[in-house]
DNA sequence: ACGCTCACG
DNA sequence: GACGTACGTGAGCGTA
């Protein structure tokens, strides 16, 4: 054993059955996967050992440390007062095989495991500490009970484990009105229900903290109760005397408990790595076992409920050597390659562009590689550094003909039996498909990160190569240089832009090699072919459609909003009585809450005032007129510049139309993005931004239409919570919101308030968020407790959400990911941590599978609409989450609003069967506003 | 580059 | 018993 325990040593205390309880209690039921043997409180016991071998915060470093368990119910106090802890219940069923893993947990983590038989884990604790004061050494208890607050003094503080707060005499006075040597005094007169130390009755603390304050010490207080002046209190005190000595010393611990370990026995250990990964991963805990391996640097073993197959191993790739890539310059060469592809039977290609917007960009170059480092580079528009007094640039000579080598290559790229594989492919297969190329099959390596890593990080090739080739990529500005003087890529010379070109395509393929075996390991070779590759065509050609826009009816538009905000502007500054830029929020904030001194607090990390329409719209409320002005200021400048002033930037040259971009892997839960412009947030909600919506139109002869999902979050969580009044209400066609209100507050469906009705439908969507009281209560503008009662009324009449939440936590809390109906998977890395951003981890594990699953059926239903709509004179033009927009020629609207709503109920099928009918609602007009 | 605000589902 | 609080995006602007 190490050295004596004494001057310079520091004991932690870890107060073992707390730990238990509080992990019992926050965690779901969890169950280890192979045996059903209930673990979810060993894995919170787990993850808090983890947490706290980990932190060094700063306290004090431990020298020597102990885990401190109860043994047993009966101790010494149930002598004295057989009603000590009497009524507290049994350990919960599913909690009691669980308290000897704990034990064992605790000595993998290679920390002594100390319980006496008759003897609370506090009495231990309380010899320990004081052992450790006495031997000249110091000590911490690691627990919030507030039992073990009246050992803090000399040498001796507390750590709470979970605000990671450390309690010393000032926060005892602030909780017991007394130092730490009081607090048993105090609560011996006040007792404590929980315990059922009986105290003095109708003395809480408070009164207690006061009369040991005036007197003293218990003693004192109970030989003087006749001078208390209360005749109730002293009563109380003078007829219950003996109860509350009993009282005092069912609290007070004793220092003189028998230890049976020495102090020295405890010395800190580092845990032993195999043991402690042998415990988690016969446990089942994955994520601790691997982060735990990580950490230790140790290879986690295999845990058992993981898939026993382990990922076959990419074939093994030569080192990355840039000097072995070859710029064809000669039809021989090319030819070369193009048999290659044939042999490999795969291609990796990139195309090089002269612009990052693929509908106005020129062809520069096309790289491809066959195998890892087998990757060439065909230059085809490189141009001379600098532009002639016409503005065009000398094409570089010993460069092919593009149509000449575009020509060749299109059997290879349009053949169905060579696989193509690109990183986020949907931009290449559109640059191609401008020059009369549609490729197929493909491969995307962007796809298959998004498919397995969705959530847990991005999916850009720097960052994949970085990850999982140990390569970094040559950055691009290394060639083009950036800012102002950023040249395009034609501009580079073409022994620099090879390598890189080059290099590109063989990096994609052997991050395809290194992926493709993951996939089926991980459960997400479905997932990935049937609803990310799919979308690579289905996308690109909706993009390239794009959508035809009438800017004079947007630039007419901002001419008005152009008056309206300068009037605006003049009544504000008079009011503020200076003139400021309303658009700068701070200088708003100044004007609204320094120099006209309204009420409004501060807001976090910068420190400036929130001047957010939620606090103007209050302001306004109260009659200020300054905030309202510029909510309508604001409303309108948002309008102008985000929509009327920007859209018709956007209009391409040759199509007349603005093509927006979508990204597949932009939303970690499967939804599209739209970039560039952003057409998937076009105003709607209020009727002066709807009318932007009047400037997306059909050419002549041909009309808009728009089908969209009604309802399909709450119909998704209907049937995967299995919840059975919200399933029959859709099976029955009814109000949905209205149908919540009745149940929850027991009013017909007829005639209902609206205002009821308004705060159903706020509780169904808070639903799918994962609600909290606050956020209701700021939604609705009515008081938290309403807000609160709400949701209880609420998980009360439907609690088989309160079980699928639970369920949906506890899955991402064991597995680390949550998974859609369709079996798309969603990392959740944040969901163990702890602190305020578990919270919001928390909701975001609940809403993944329900919009997951809605970004599923759309995309299903994508991708079956080209060929359901082939023979009809149709385009799909966008897609906006739970809505699809057509352009179709007048004649044959019906029909296309009769396939695409079948294409769109019927989209999970076959895979899932809903238990509840999805409903397509369909709309048609000259424009956009119309067709809703 | 970053935070604030606000447009959408 | 307290903690911070709806989920998911992208764009434009002001400020550093």
Redesign the pocket.
């Known amino acids: 054993m190490g050295e004596r325990f004494g001057k310079g040593c520091h004991l932690h205390l870890i107060d073992g059955s707390a730990f238990i309880f509080r992990a019992y209690?926050a965690l779901p039921p969890l169950t280890r996967k192979s045996d059903g043997l209930p673990v979810g409180a060993v894995a919170g016991f787990c993850n808090m050992l983890w947490r706290y071998v980990q932190t060094d915060d700063g306290h004090t470093a431990p020298t020597h440390a102990a885990v401190i368990f109860d043994h047993s119910s009966k101790t010494f106090r149930n002598e004295i007062y057989p009603a000590y802890k009497a009524q507290r219940p049994e350990p919960p069923e599913d909690l009691r095989p669980q308290f000897p893993l704990t034990r064992d947990a605790t000595r993998a983590f290679n920390i002594a495991c100390i319980e006496t038989e008759g003897y609370e884990a506090d009495d231990i604790i309380a010899a320990m500490a004081c052992a450790a004061r006495n031997a000249g050494g110091t000590a911490t208890i690691i627990s919030s009970d507030k039992d073990l607050m009246q050992l803090i003094g000399d040498g001796v503080d507390m750590l709470d484990p979970?605000?990671n707060k450390l309690i010393g005499p000032d926060e005892v006075f602030e909780k017991f009105g007394v130092g730490p040597d009081r607090v048993v005094d105090v609560q011996a007169l006040a007792g404590d229900a929980v315990d059922n130390v009986p105290g003095a009755p109708g003395i809480g603390i408070k009164t207690a903290a006061l009369l040991i304050q005036e007197y003293g010490d218990l003693e004192t207080l109970l030989s003087r109760a006749e001078e208390i002046k209360q005749p109730k209190r002293r009563q109380t005190l003078i007829e219950h005397a003996d109860q509350i000595r009993v009282s005092k010393r069912l609290v007070q611990l004793d220092c003189a408990t028998p230890l049976d370990v020495t102090l020295e026995s405890l010395e800190v250990k580092a845990p032993d790595a195999d043991r402690l990964l042998a415990f988690l991963s016969e446990m089942e805990f994955r994520t601790l076992t691997n982060r735990v391996a990580e950490s230790l640097g140790a290879e986690a073993p295999a845990v058992q409920a993981a898939p026993a197959s382990e990922a076959p191993a990419a074939p093994d790739q030569p080192a990355i050597d840039m000097g072995l890539y070859e710029t064809v310059t000669t039809p021989e060469a090319l030819d070369a390659w193009i048999a290659a592809i044939g042999e490999a039977g795969q291609v990796a290609i990139d195309t090089e562009t002269t612009s990052l917007d693929e509908m106005q960009a020129d062809l520069v170059g096309i790289s491809l590689a066959v195998a890892p480092g087998r990757a060439c580079y065909i230059p085809l528009g490189h141009v001379a550094g600098g532009d002639d007094l016409f503005g065009q640039s000398a094409r570089v000579a010993g460069q092919l003909d593009p149509a000449a080598v575009l020509a060749a290559l299109k059997p290879v790229l349009e053949d169905a039996a060579i696989l193509k594989i690109g990183q986020n492919l949907k931009y290449d297969w559109k640059m191609l498909a401008r020059h009369g190329i549609q490729m197929a099959p493909v491969a995307d390596t962007m796809l298959m990160s998004y498919a397995l890593n969705a959530g847990t990080h991005n999916h850009g090739m720097d960052e994949l190569a970085e990850r999982y080739l140990g390569h970094k990529c040559i950055p691009i500005k290394e060639l083009i240089g950036s800012g102002k003087a950023q040249l395009h890529f034609g501009q580079v010379a073409i022994d620099k832009a090879a390598p890189y070109a080059a290099e590109d395509a063989d990096v994609t393929l052997r991050l395809y090699q290194h992926f493709l075996p993951m996939l089926p390991v991980e459960k997400v070779s479905t997932v990935y072919h049937t609803l990310e590759r799919p979308m690579i065509p289905v996308l690109a050609q909706m993009e390239m459609a794009g959508i035809r826009i009438d800017t004079d009816v947007l630039k007419r538009m901002s001419n008005a909003f152009a008056q309206k905000m300068a009037g605006l502007e003049d009544e504000i500054h008079g009011l503020a009585g200076q003139s400021f830029?309303i658009?700068?929020?701070?200088?708003l904030?100044e004007i609204l809450f320094d120099k006209m001194g309204l009420s409004g607090g501060k807001?976090?990390?910068?420190g400036?005032?929130?001047?957010?329409?939620?606090?103007?719209e209050d302001l306004a409320a109260e009659g200020h007129d300054l905030p309202a002005r510029v909510?309508d200021w604001?409303?309108i400048?948002?309008?102008k510049?985000?929509y009327t002033?920007?859209l018709p930037?956007y209009v391409n040259a040759e199509t007349g139309r603005v093509h927006t971009s979508y990204?597949i892997t932009?939303?970690?839960?499967g939804?599209l993005?739209?970039?560039?412009?952003?057409l998937?947030?076009?105003?709607?909600?209020?009727e002066e931004?709807?009318r932007i919506r009047q400037a997306f139109i059909a050419p002549e002869g041909f009309k808009l239409v728009a089908l969209?999902y009604s309802q399909i979050e709450l119909r998704i969580l209907a049937h995967v919570a299995d919840i059975p009044a919200l399933k029959q209400a859709f099976r029955e066609g009814i109000d949905i919101h209205a149908m919540t209100a009745s149940q929850m507050f027991g009013v017909p469906v007829e005639g209902m308030d609206p205002m009821i009705r308004r705060r159903a439908k706020?509780?169904n969507?808070?639903?799918?968020?994962?609600?909290?009281?606050?956020?209701?209560s700021?939604?609705?503008r009515i008081p938290?407790a309403e807000a609160q009662s709400f949701i209880d009324t609420y998980f009360e009449r439907f609690p088989e959400i309160r079980a699928y939440m639970d369920k949906t936590v506890a899955d991402a809390k064991q597995d680390g990911y949550v998974t859609t109906l369709f079996g798309r998977r969603i990392n959740t890395p944040g969901i163990n941590t702890s602190g305020?951003a578990a919270?919001?981890a928390r909701?975001?594990a609940?809403?993944?599978p329900i919009?997951g699953a809605a970004a599923d059926i759309i995309r299903r239903a994508m991708i079956r609409m080209p060929d359901a709509i082939a023979d009809l004179p149709a385009r799909m033009l966008l897609q906006?989450?739970?809505?699809l927009v057509f352009e179709v020629r007048e004649d044959a609207v019906d029909d296309l609003i009769a396939r695409a709503r079948t294409i769109m109920e019927a989209a999970p099928e076959p895979s899932v069967r809903l238990s509840v009918p999805l409903v397509v609602d369909a709309g048609q007009g000259m424009n956009w506003a119309e067709a809703h």
């Open positions: 209690h979970i605000k830029n658009g700068s929020p701070k200088q904030g807001q976090g990390k910068t400036a005032f929130s001047t957010s329409a939620d606090v103007l909510l604001r409303q400048s948002k309008l510049s985000t002033d920007a930037t990204s932009g939303a970690q839960t939804r993005s739209s970039t560039e412009p952003n998937q947030n076009i105003p709607i909600r209020t931004g709807r969209d706020a509780i969507f808070g639903v799918i968020y994962g609600i909290s009281g606050f956020g209701l700021r939604n609705l938290r305020p919270g919001g909701r975001a609940i809403n993944a919009q906006v989450h739970d809505e």
